[in-house]
T-cell receptor, first 114, second 115 residues
Framework: AQSVSQHNHHVILSEAASLELGCNYS??????LFWYVQYPGQHLQLLLK??????LVKGIKGFEAEFIKSKFSFNLRKPSVQWSDTAEYFC????????????FGGGTRVLVKP | EAGVTQFPSHSVIEKGQTVTLRCDPI?????LYWYRRVMGKEIKFLLH????????ESGMPNNRFLAERTGGTYSTLKVQPAELEDSGVYFC?????????????FGPGTRLTVL
C-alpha cells in the first residue's frame, strides 16, 4: 500500500519569504500526485496535480511543485508568500488501478505573518 | 455549478447514539468518496462509490459504519452506535468518471464529536 509523508507539521514565515513544503511517497508503480489546500473555514481545494509529462507543474495562486521520481518526492514551492497563503497544505497520491482513492500526508499548517 | 455539500456541518452526540451524515455530490459525478480525519492524524480513506455500488470499502473501520448511496445520487454514512474514537471530521468528495488524475472535489466536512 502506498504512504505519504510530509516533513513539516507547522511552518511559520513572514510575508515575501519563500516557501517549500516537502512530500515523499512510497509506492513502486505509477502514481498521480496532488497538493490540496484548506484555507481557514473553507473546504479542501486542489492547488495542482501531476500525472505525466513535465515534472515541474504550476498551479493556482503562484504555487508550483516538482516531481522527482528518483527521490519519490513532490515538493511544493512558492517564491514569495502572502498573508492569504495561511492555510493547511496536504500532499496526496493515488494509483490509477486502485479506484483512485487518495492517500494523504499528515498535512502542514502554514502561518504567514503580515 | 454547485459544489459538494455535506450535512450537518457539526454534530455532537453521546457515546452509544446514532448519527447519520449526508453528502450531496456534484451533479453528474458518478464517483463519491468518504474520508475521515481524526484530530492530529492524516485524512484517511473510508470508502468509494461508483454510482450506487460500493467499489472499495477497505477503509471502513468496523461494522458500526454503514454507507449507502441509493439511486446513485446523495450518500449517507451512519455510525451506530457511536464511540469516542469516532470523533473527527468526515469529508465527502466527488469525481467525474474518466482518468484517474481527474480532480476530487471536496465538501466542507462534518465535524463529529462523540462525548
Amino acid at each position: 500500500a502506498q504512504s505519504v509523508s510530509q516533513h513539516n507539521h507547522h511552518v511559520i514565515l513572514s510575508e515575501a519569504a519563500s516557501l517549500e513544503l516537502g512530500c515523499n511517497y512510497s509506492y513502486g508503480g505509477t502514481v498521480n500526485l496532488f497538493w490540496y489546500v484548506q484555507y481557514p473555514g473553507q473546504h479542501l481545494q486542489l492547488l495542482l496535480k501531476y500525472f505525466s509529462g513535465d515534472p515541474l507543474v504550476k498551479g493556482i495562486k503562484g504555487f508550483e511543485a516538482e516531481f522527482i521520481k528518483s527521490k519519490f518526492s513532490f515538493n511544493l514551492r512558492k517564491p514569495s508568500v502572502q498573508w492569504s497563503d495561511t492555510a493547511e497544505y496536504f500532499c496526496a497520491v493515488n494509483v490509477g488501478t486502485a479506484g483512485n482513492k487518495l492517500t494523504f500526508g499528515g498535512g502542514t499548517r502554514v502561518l504567514v505573518k503580515p | 455549478e454547485a459544489g459538494v455539500t455535506q450535512f450537518p456541518s457539526h454534530s455532537v452526540i453521546e457515546k452509544g447514539q446514532t448519527v447519520t451524515l449526508r453528502c450531496d455530490p456534484i451533479s453528474g459525478h458518478d464517483n463519491l468518496y468518504w474520508y475521515r480525519r481524526v484530530m492530529g492524524k492524516e485524512i484517511k480513506f473510508l470508502l468509494h462509490f461508483v454510482k450506487e455500488s460500493k467499489q472499495d470499502e477497505s477503509g471502513m473501520p468496523n461494522n458500526r459504519f454503514l454507507a449507502e448511496r441509493t439511486g446513485g445520487t446523495y450518500s449517507t454514512l451512519k455510525v451506530q452506535p457511536a464511540e469516542l474514537e469516532d470523533s473527527g471530521v468526515y469529508f465527502c468528495a466527488s469525481r467525474r468518471g474518466g482518468a484517474s488524475y481527474n480532480e476530487q472535489f471536496f465538501g466542507p466536512g462534518t465535524r463529529l464529536t462523540v462525548l
